[in-house]
C-alpha cells in the first residue's frame, strides 16, 4: 500500500498545488463519472478517517466521505487543516518520506471521495471548499446534525428553519467551485415539506442529495427506526435524473439490496453498522464468512493499515511524539474503532482483561495496541477449537433472516465474528429504564388517549416506520450492551 521510508515524521502535512482543471460536471452526469457509487461510507467525526475508508474499500464500499469537518476553523486554522487532513504530496516535495505515504483522496486508494464541511457563512464555507476541493471529488454540506453542539454552532439541521440561507451556502459552492457539491438531509415533519426542502436544496445546485430518513429529534435513545417511505416519496415526485442517497436502518448486507429496492435509490450510505462490521456492504453472493469476518482478522488488518499509514510499510514501529499523534487523524480514532469491533467480544466476562488493557492502552504508542490482535488471535483460535464452526451451523443462522429489510431477524452472529449493533427502540430503553418519558410526552399520551398516538410516543415510530422496518428486528438488550448505548448523529 505504501511504499517504505525512514522517519516517523509521517504526519506532517504538505500543501498540494492545485491539479489542471477538470470539465466540472453536474447531478447524474458527476454520478456516473466517479463511477455510479451504490455502497457509501458515510460522514462520521472521529470515525470515517483515512485508515478507516481504506479498510472499508477493501469490503466493497464504492464511495466514502469524510467525517464532518467546521468550515471557518478548517479556512482559518493551519492547526486543524493538519488534523483534519494530509495533503496529497506536491512534486517539489515528493523527495520528502511524507510524500510516500497514502493522503486523504489519494488516487491509489481513497476515491471516490467527498469531503463534508458544516458551516452556516457561506464565505467561510468557500474558503474551506475552495482548499479542500483539490482533495476530493466532491464537497458535501451537512444539513443533518442533530446534536446539541450543532444547535450552539448553528449548523447542520438547525439550519432547516433558514431556506435562504442554505440556498445561499449550497449556491456560493455551485457557482464558485471547480467541483460539484452535495447535501446531506434530515427528512422534515411530512412528506410534502421534505420535497419542498430537497427540491431547494437541489435548486440551489446539490449534485447529490442524501436523505437520512430520521427526523432532526430523532437522536441517542430516541432514534428510533428510518423511514425509508419518505426517500421513496422523494424518489418518485423528483425528476429521475436527481441523484439520491439513502441512509439509516443497515444492519445486515441484505438490507443494502432492500433499500435501494424498497426506496429507488442510487446509493445507500451506512453509518453505524459500518464501524462495526465494515463488511456490511459485501455483495449478496458472498458467503457467510465474507459477510461477517473473524475480528481477530479484521482488527489485525485495521491495523495494519494504520502502521502503514502512520509509519510506512515494511518500516518499525516506533513511539510517537503527542504532536505526531494528534495530527494523525487514523491514529487518534483508533481505540474508539476496536471498542466498537470488539463489542460483541467484551459481553463476555472472560474478555474484560481485553477491554481494560485496550482501555488503558496510550494511543502514540502504537505497539502496545499491535499487541492486543496477538491476545485476539489467540483468544478466537482458542474458542474455534472448542466449538469448531460449519457451513451447516452458517446456514442455520441464515435461516434465520427470513428474507431480507422488513421481515429479517435478528442474526444469532457468534461473538468472534463482525456483526451490528443493535440499538434498542425507544421502547426497549423505556423498559430497560435507560430513557424517561418527559412530563410533556406523558401528558400528551394522556390526553390524546387514542391506541395509535401511544403507539408511536412508545417506539418513536409511525404506522409506515412499521411497514418498512419491522420493530422485532431490534433485540433486547444485555446488560454490557446497554453500557455502550451511545449517542449517534
Ligand atoms: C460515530 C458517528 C459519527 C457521525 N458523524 C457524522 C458527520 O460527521 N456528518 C454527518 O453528516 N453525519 C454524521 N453521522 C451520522 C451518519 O452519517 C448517519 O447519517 C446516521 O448515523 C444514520 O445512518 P446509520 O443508520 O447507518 O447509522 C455520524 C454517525 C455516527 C455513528
Known sequence: MTRAMTTTTATTTVESPPPPKRPKLHGRTFYQSIGSPKRIVAP????????????????????????????????????????????????????????????????????????????????????????????????????????????????????????????????????????????????????????????????????????????????????????????RYLRDNLPPETVIFANGNILYNADVEACLEVTGADGVMCAETNLYNPAIFMPPTASFEERFPRVDVMVRQYLHIVRDLTFGEGNP????????????????????????????????????????????????????????????????EEQLKLTPETPEQWDEIMKEAGGPGADAKILRIPWWRCQPYVRPTPQQAYENGAMQKSKKELSVASREGSKESKRELDTGSTASDSKERAPAKRQKLEEPQLEQIKVND
Open 44 to 231: 462520521m467525526v472521529d470515525a470515517s478517517e483515512l485508515a478507516w475508508r481504506i479498510l472499508s474499500r477493501k469490503y466493497n464500499a464504492d464511495a466514502a466521505y469524510s467525517p464532518m469537518l467546521h468550515a471557518r476553523l478548517f479556512a482559518e486554522t493551519e492547526p486543524y487543516r493538519r488534523q483534519s487532513l494530509r495533503y496529497a504530496p506536491t512534486s517539489t516535495s515528493a523527495s520528502h518520506p511524507e510524500a510516500l505515504l497514502s493522503y486523504d483522496g489519494d488516487h491509489r486508494l481513497d476515491r471516490p471521495f467527498l469531503i463534508q464541511f458544516c458551516a452556516n457563512d457561506p464565505q467561510h464555507l468557500l474558503a474551506a471548499a475552495k482548499i479542500a476541493q483539490h482533495h476530493c471529488d466532491a464537497v458535501d454540506l451537512n444539513l443533518g446534525c442533530p446534536q446539541g453542539i450543532a444547535r450552539k454552532g448553528h449548523y447542520g439541521a438547525f439550519l432547516q428553519e433558514q431556506p435562504d440561507l442554505i440556498y445561499k451556502l449550497i449556491n456560493t459552492l455551485h457557482k464558485e467551485l471547480d467541483v460539484p457539491v452535495t447535501a446531506k438531509i434530515r427528512i422534515l415533519d411530512t412528506k410534502e415539506s421534505t420535497l419542498a426542502y430537497a427540491k431547494m436544496v437541489l435548486d440551489a445546485g446539490a449534485s447529490i442529495l442524501t436523505v437520512h430518513g430520521r427526523r432532526r429529534d430523532q437522536k441517542s435513545h430516541n432514534t428510533g427506526l428510518a423511514d425509508w417511505s419518505y426517500i
Open 317 to 380: 514501529v516506533v513511539e510517537l511524539s503527542k504532536e505526531q499523534y494528534r495530527e494523525n487523524a487514523s491514529l487518534t480514532c483508533v481505540k474508539s474503532h476496536l471498542f466498537k469491533l470488539l463489542h460483541a467480544v467484551f459481553t463476555r466476562k472472560e474478555y474484560h482483561y481485553i477491554r481494560n488493557t485496550l482501555g488503558k492502552a496510550t494511543g502514540h504508542k502504537f505497539d502496545e495496541i499491535l499487541k492486543l490482535a496477538n491476545e485476539l488471535e489467540k483468544v478466537v
